[in-house]
């Protein structure tokens, strides 16, 4: 089996104000270098998120961060609690100027939100709203939404609507670990309807139900002990006509920074635990444990090292245990260049939950296991052109095992998944940016996929 995919997207985004509209606030960096980076991000691998079948499709790109990191020292001002708030800074981006990065730090209350609606042909309107208030201590977003079409055909009626909310506060107590920790949670419930439209039975409506809660807490910047923690509940309900079939699955995590040896650490570990009820109830898990080191610096190079176990159990008898080494080293000796390689490979654990939102025709009962990494390399290259143009490549290649195939051999018009063999995933992706103002840039990504099992 073989797919190619190449999705471009061409992105001018114009911010007016520091407060703007945006929900996402998703802006671009001029050539600046950031002065903040948290030191949980100074030890911590990237990750490769290993898709969870192979299916083609169009892929969503976010406009890119491409700024060139000259070095990974700890930030020189503390992160402000709007940063964190998902409807006044996406935690992915990074500054692009100086008038973005004073709102940060205003001692008044931040508000931001938005209202969005539309309408088109077969009757589908669609209305979405949002807003978010930040202090110095604490911060609130609320998210709401709702759309529907009638559809071009019979059978291709569909409504999905959501609510959502999330907050965050910041502790204050001198003296202890837990002075400027931030602790958020959030939580949010959407519900989809859909007829099977093209299968052999299209009047079989589907009720996707999906609940999510969770509470996380993080030490602040430059506390004397590093550590973060989280509890996430997700459940779903899969309702097709009169069968039913639910997912309830937790996950809690932890980590902290520790010495050994005067070798300073970062320890990690999770666990998530899923449970599928269907006529059979059938369990899933996978348990993760991380030693990473800080960064090992010689002159212009750094190398980040790890160590990364995981205990796995999914469907169709799938057992295993895994251990890996993982690496990262960067190079920043080039005049406009920095160049990158990893190798880190890992187990991925999947849900029920999001291959069906993924593919909205997957059977019920589809088996669910969980890719196993047998290989997984990425590279790249930051480069800064001139004052206004960046750009960045990024490339990775990985093989892997139990990845889900989507299939509808039988022509029903819904899907299964089927396993076997290796497949190999190449993909590479192309970001620049050309910032016109301090506050107004011009993106572009491309992207390329190759996969084959």
């Known amino acids: 089996m073989k797919t190619l995919g190449l999705n471009v997207v061409l992105v001018l985004a114009m911010i007016v104000t520091a407060y703007g509209q945006d929900r996402q606030n998703q802006r671009q960096p001029v050539s600046k270098p950031a002065d903040v980076q948290s030191p949980s991000d100074q030890s911590r691998l990237p990750t490769i998120d290993l898709p969870e079948f192979v299916i083609t499709g169009i892929a969503t790109i976010d406009p890119p961060d491409v700024e060139k990191n000259r070095t990974e020292e700890s930030g020189v001002y503390k992160r402000h609690p709007s940063e964190n708030l998902p409807g006044l800074r996406d935690q992915a981006t990074v500054d692009i100027g100086e008038r973005f990065k004073q709102s940060l730090f205003a001692t008044g209350e931040v508000r931001d939100g938005l209202l969005m609606a539309s309408m088109g042909t077969y009757f589908s309107p669609m209305l979405m709203a949002s807003y978010g208030i930040s202090t110095s201590d604490h911060g609130i977003l609320g998210e709401a939404g709702y759309s529907r079409t009638r559809g071009f055909a019979r059978f291709t009626d569909a409504s999905r609507g959501f609510l959502a909310a999330d907050g965050s506060l910041v502790l204050r107590s001198p003296g202890t670990i837990f002075d400027e920790a931030r602790l958020s949670g959030g939580g949010s419930v959407e519900i989809r309807k859909y007829k099977f439209y093209g299968s052999t039975t299209p009047s ?16 602040g910047v430059g506390a004397p002990q590093n550590y973060h923690g989280g509890l996430e509940y997700r459940s779903l309900s899969l309702t097709d006509s009169s069968a039913t079939v639910t997912e309830n699955h937790v996950t809690i995590s932890g980590g902290s920074g520790v010495s050994v040896l005067d070798v300073p650490l ?21 348990f993760r444990l991380s030693l990473t080191s800080m960064p090992f610096r010689w002159k212009d190079l750094s190398l980040v090292v790890a160590l990364n176990g995981f205990a796995v159990s999914g469907m169709g008898g799938q057992r295993g245990n895994y251990v890996y080494p993982a690496v990262r080293m960067r190079y920043a000796g080039l005049p406009s260049h920095d160049v990158y390689v990893g190798f880190y490979p890992a187990v991925a654990f999947v849900a029920l939950r999001g291959q069906s939102a993924r593919a909205p025709y997957l059977s019920a009962v589809s088996v669910i296991r969980h890719p196993v990494d047998r290989l997984a390399l990425s590279g790249g290259v930051e480069s800064s052109w001139s004052e206004s143009i960046q750009t960045k490549i990024h490339v990775e290649y990985q093989k892997a095992t139990d990845v889900a195939l989507y299939d509808d051999g039988a022509d029903t018009g819904i899907g299964t998944f089927r396993y076997g063999g290796t497949t190999s995933i190449l993909s590479a992706r192309m970001d620049a940016v050309a910032n016109i103002t301090p506050i107004d840039y011009f993106a572009v990504a491309v992207t390329a996929r190759s996969s084959r099992n």
């Not at 409506?205 to 509470?215: D, I, P």
């Not at 970062?266 to 996978?286: C, F, Q, R």
């Open 266 to 286: 970062e320890v990690d570990a999770s666990v998530d635990l899923s449970t599928i009820t269907a006529a059979t109830p059938v369990s899933l898990s996978l």
């Open 204 to 219: 079989v409506q589907r009720e996707w139900s999906a609940v999510e809660v969770g509470l996380r807490a993080a030490s």
